[in-house]
């Protein structure tokens, strides 16, 4: 990842990648637009708020984020993933005029088959979409929308996380894509606050099988501490423990074999770290490539094929954490 800049022109993150597109490994780059910012800010896991412009950054600032997102991407590049410090698709934060322009830009390298776009999905509307479908189509790119919908569970999304939408929200705005041709992935987080580790297993599973009627990709996200946010302060309170990277190899595993021809992604971010998901600490860094290399060929025995003295700690935890934490 490049390094984090604070001026309006350059954007907070920029990274090339490898990502699935129609079961193929294509290359990447993803870009986190700088941009004023969640209009929400309320999530108890999101670091996002550090990321975001003190003062709106203008159309051209926007526009130089862009070309220095596609300075840094390779001739080959096919899939072109688009953050903001909140929603692509909130005017507050992206002009439907600039969004227009950055989609054009975008789709005229020639060489970008496939954008996504995250969003929360109070922003999905058929007008919205149609708009940008009327400029992508030109140039036969596709668009996918990315939302956070963290869990199909609305007391857990909620209580633990303060999203501020239901799971039926998310439904109406997947469905009114997927009505004019724009497929959608979900982000699902793994082990918010103030849930067991076995609890938050059960949640991930429950929420996969939910949400796969809505979603042709389903990215596991694996909670980490983030700088200034609720996780933060109950992690310094020891109060918090991010997720066993062994759940996430669990749930996979499991929801590939439920769900053979849905795409499950994970990318366990800051995993190793204290304040990232973890293991042992030995078996880290090979555990962690197995989710990518799973994420990359959706091959499950990859899954299997990781082991460690640990696995046997982690059975415990979820054996008897319950029996020491109040879990909902
Ligand atoms: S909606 Fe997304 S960007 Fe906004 S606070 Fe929540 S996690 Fe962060
Ligand atoms: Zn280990």
């Known amino acids: 990842m490049t390094k984090r800049h604070q001026s309006n022109d350059i954007p907070a993150a920029v990274w090339p990648g490898q990502d699935l597109l129609n079961g193929k490994p294509v290359r990447s780059l993803t870009i986190i637009f700088r941009t004023i910012g969640c209009y929400w800010t309320g999530c108890t896991m999101c670091g996002f708020y550090n990321e975001s412009a003190i003062t709106p950054p203008t159309r051209d600032d926007l526009l130089s984020q862009l070309e220095y997102a596609i300075g840094r991407m390779g001739d080959q590049t096919n899939l072109f993933k688009i953050f903001t410090s909140g929603s692509f698709f909130d005017n507050r934060e992206i002009s439907l005029s600039t969004r227009n322009l950055i989609l054009e830009r975008i789709a005229s390298t020639g060489t970008i088959k496939k954008i996504v776009a995250e969003t929360r999905p109070e922003f999905i509307n058929k007008d919205t979409l149609s708009s940008a479908l009327g400029i992508l189509e030109k ?14 569970n609305d007391v857990i999304r909620d209580e633990c996380i303060n999203k501020g939408f239901i799971f ?27 849930l067991s580790e076995k609890t938050a297993i059960n949640d991930m599973l429950a929420s996969i099988i939910d949400t796969t009627p809505y979603s042709s990709t389903i990215s596991l996200n694996l909670c980490n501490v983030q700088r200034a946010t609720t996780v933060e302060r109950l992690f310094n309170k020891k109060d918090y423990r991010p ?11 499991q929801a590939k074999q439920m769900f ?8 366990p971010v800051g995993a190793g770290a ?23 060929t959706q091959d ?29």
């Open 260 to 267: 053979p021809e849905v795409t499950f992604m994970s990318d």
């Open 243 to 253: 997720p066993w990277l062994w759940s996430a190899v669990f749930i996979l595993s």
């Open 168 to 194: 039926t929200d998310f439904i109406k705005a997947s469905v009114i894509a997927s009505e004019i041709g724009v497929s959608t992935k979900a982000y699902l987080l793994l082990k918010p606050p103030l």
């Open 139 to 152: 140039y036969n790119v596709k668009l996918e929308i990315a939302m956070g919908l963290e869990t199909s």
């Open 274 to 296: 204290k304040r990232g998901p973890h293991n042992c600490r030995k078996c880290d860094k090979i555990v962690a490539q197995s989710l990518r290399d799973f994420s990359i």
């Open 300 to 328: 499950r025995s990859i899954l299997s094929s990781v082991d460690c003295d640990c696995y046997y700690l982690w059975e415990k935890v979820i054996e008897l954490e319950d029996f020491v934490y109040v879990p909902y």
